[in-house]
Structure formats: C-alpha cells, structure tokens
C-alpha cells in the first residue's frame, strides 16, 4: 500500500511538470493528505512528533486566516522535490554497493596506520569520500572498521575521535556535495548554477579541513598504533574505484547542470530525473546491470517502504512553512532580517544563529531553511547570490556535526552509548568557528562581486 500511494505520489508530481492540466494542485493534494494519513501509522521519533506538530498547527493556522481550499492544497508541494529526490536516491546508492566503491574504501582505511594523525586524516577522507553517496550510511560502515582499531583505547578517547573525525568529516563533504539537498536548496534558493559556487565552497571546505587535520595531533597526541604490512594491489584497486567514482559524480553534474540551464527546470528537479537513468547506464559501463538492476529494485521497493518518516514529515511541514507565512509572526521575522540585510555581515550571521537555535530546539534543517527562505525572499534582490549561498551551505549543513536532533549526531551517540547534546557540545565550538569564517569570506566576496 505504502509502495503504490507513495510512487503515485511522486510520479503525478513529475508528471505535472510536464503536462498542464486542471485540477492538478486538488490532486497532488488529496494524495497528499491520503499521503500523510497512511504515513501517520508507520512514522516515529522525532519525525512522528514534529509532522504531527506541524500539520495541526498548519490546518489551525490555515482556518483562522480563512484561506481557500487551492491555497491549502497547494501548499502541500513545497517539499515535494526534496522527497521525490530521497525517493530516487537508492538508484543511486545501490550502484555504489553494486560496483564495490564502499568495500575498497574501507579496505584502505583498514591499511596499517602509525598514529592518530594519520589515522585521522585517513578516516575523514574515506568519511569524506563515502559521504558523497552513501549518506547516512556512511557511519556504520565506517564505525564498525573503527572499532578494530580503538578496541585497546579508551572509551572517551574514542568517542571524541568519532564525534570530532567522523561528524565533522561528514558535514564538510555535503557542503560541497551536488547530490546534497541543502546544497541544492541553497542553490535553488538563490537561483545559482553549482558549477559557480564550487570553486568557493571547494575553497572553504580545503581550509577547514587542513586545519582540523592539523589539529588532529595536538587533541590526541599520545595515541599510536601497531603496524602492519599493506598490500599496493589493494591501493592500486582503491584508487581505479576513486577514479571511477570521481567519473560518475562528474558525469551525473554535467548532465544536471546542462539539462537545467537549457530546459529552464531547477537543479532538484532536474537531478531526480537523472539519478535512475545515469545510474542505470553506469551499471553498464561496469558490467553489472544484471546484477545492480536485481539489487537496485530490491532496495527501492524497501527504502520506499520505509520513507513513511519522510512523507509525514516534509508534506507536513511543507503545510506549516506556506500557513506560517500568513500570520504576524512570520511578518516578524522577516521585518527583523529585512532591517539587517543593508548590513550584510550581521544578516549572514544572524542566518547562522538562526539555524544554531533551530538546530537545538528540534527543527529539521530542511524544514528551517524552506522557512528561511520564505523570510528572506524580500532581501535576495539587494545580496549577491553567490555569497548567499556559500552561508545558505554552510550554516544549513553545520547542525549535522553538533544538533543534537539531528540523526548523525543521533546515530554516533547510541552506537557509543553516549549524550547526544554531550557530542553536539564536543562539536559545537568547531561548527562556530567554520560558520564565522564562512560568513568572513561570504561578506568579503560581498563587496567585491
């Protein structure tokens, strides 16, 4: 049941993107709602609480403004490229298992290491790497190889390791990811091409990363590890499977970023159409179509399944963020960031404690940067988009190295047994610093450009 009312959900809206037709926001948002409705029975933790939040206080606030049903309906789409694209994503993720690119990496993490540093700088770029397509999943790939490593260290001394390498590692490869979907709410948002943001958050992200790294011996100096012989076929293997991950992140870009600029489409949507077909083709370029399109629907048919946490959520938010925007409280806010944006470096940082207290009072980003966006709409005009969205990037993916709601910094506290808020404190005054210094390059890039 889930299976069909989600994928009719998801193909009539591409559908309508291409064809016109009346009726067609009454029909997104009847589904919509059966949508939600079904996805109320299987929804649970924080997704279940703040879906159900955000629906009720969407349906009050859409009767006391006395709104039409179209607008009410309507509202319902605000999310529905962000779900259709975690719709798609297992096509994707499912090559990445297919083709082997998971196992080698973790084969070189697994090469004997001397110390700590290296250790480091070993797991961020695998982290950093595996990220990129695995996602979330990266963590229990990566934490399970790990645990071999620290199973004669203390139990503080790899949790800090964990929480430090790892959390931020992950953060840093989605700012700069093009499959990451605040990168491109970011872009969308600011109506930029990814290709003229790179070479910016390329540059941030290197920094940041050189000095953590860097850092890495002075937080665990006297750490060392026994040595053990390395095989250079396995390297050689390692780094063909970087190379043609490279290739394939490169092909499915260029094919995104032409199509968008010549159709006209944004880059969300234009990336959901991608992700099958170039995964599809990719499965032929290596010789395991058979295989990956065996592998591929399997894991889609359960992932799908499994999306009931999303719908509720997103679909309800979605609702909440458009009703919102008819209320005081919203016209609030938006007079607040209005008043700054002719002061553009306390608007970036107010963007940035913006997401760090939504972060921490429990707001998915995603739902906070929809709602950002809509307060921010009557100040796009007079900001340079480039800069904008290095900050949109930034500050949007920063949570997922210290919020404690955030289900990365989730997931590493119970494999670890650990706080959640204990991890995110461990990372925050890090995440400060990375936010400053973007904002820094942001308002200087201001005043050039």
Not at 111 to 119: G, M, R, T, Y
Not at 187 to 197: A, C, D, K, P, S
Not at 302 to 329: D, H
Request: hydrophobic share 55%; glycine share 4%; aromatic share 16%.
């Amino acid at each position: 049941m889930r299976l069909v009312t989600y994928t009719l959900l998801v193909i009539l809206y591409i559908a309508f993107q291409f064809v016109d037709i009346s009726g067609e926001v009454i029909i997104l948002g009847v589904l919509a709602n059966i949508v939600i409705l079904l996805s109320f029975f299987y929804a649970r933790g924080l997704f279940f609480y703040s879906g159900l939040i955000f629906y009720t206080i969407g349906t009050l606030l859409f009767i006391l403004n006395d709104l039409s049903l179209n607008a009410y309906f309507s509202s319902f789409t605000t999310m529905m490229s962000i779900l259709a694209f975690f719709y798609m994503l297992p096509f994707l993720n499912s090559l990445i298992q297919v083709g082997k690119y998971d196992r080698n990496l973790r084969k070189f993490i697994e090469q004997s290491v001397k110390n700590i540093k290296q250790l480091y700088k070993r797991s961020f770029f695998v982290c950093h790497v595996l990220g990129l397509f695995l996602n979330i999943a990266t963590f229990s790939v990566l934490m399970r190889t790990l645990d071999g490593t620290f199973k004669n260290t203390s139990k503080r001394v790899k949790s800090k390791f964990y929480t430090q390498n790892l959390l931020r590692a992950y953060a840093l490869c989605l700012a700069w990811s093009p499959l990451e979907i605040m990168v491109i709410t970011a872009l969308n948002i600011t109506g930029q091409e990814y290709i003229h943001v790179f070479p910016a958050i390329a540059s941030i992200v290197m920094v940041v990363i050189v000095f953590d790294i860097a850092a890495s011996s002075l937080k665990f100096p006297s750490v060392t590890f026994p040595q053990s012989q390395e095989s250079s076929s396995s390297a050689s293997l390692i780094r063909r499977k970087i190379f043609s991950l490279i290739l394939l992140l490169a092909l499915l870009v260029s094919c995104v970023s032409i199509t968008s600029g010549w159709t006209g489409y944004d880059y969300l949507f234009t990336l959901v159409l991608f992700i099958a077909p170039i995964s599809f083709f990719w499965s032929i370029i290596i010789r395991r179509l058979r295989r990956y399109t065996i592998f591929a629907v399997k894991q889609w048919q359960n992932r799908t399944r499994g999306m009931s946490n999303f719908f509720f959520m997103f679909l309800s938010a979605g609702l909440f963020v458009q009703m919102l925007a008819e209320t005081p409280v919203f016209d609030t806010l938006q007079h607040a960031f209005t008043a700054l944006h002719d002061q553009v470096f306390y608007f970036y940082l107010a963007i940035g404690l913006y997401f760090i207290v939504s972060s921490f009072v429990g707001f998915h980003p995603l739902v906070s940067v929809i709602l950002l966006s809509e307060i921010i709409a009557p100040s796009l005009p007079d900001l340079s988009p480039v800069p904008l969205a290095l900050v949109l990037i930034v500050t949007s993916l920063s949570p997922v190295m210290y919020s404690p709601f955030n289900i990365s910094v989730s997931l590493v506290g119970n494999y670890l047994n650990v706080n959640p808020y204990r991890l995110g404190l461990w990372n925050l005054p890090f995440a400060s610093g990375y936010i400053l210094f973007t904002v820094v390059i942001a308002y200087c890039l201001q005043l050039f450009i």
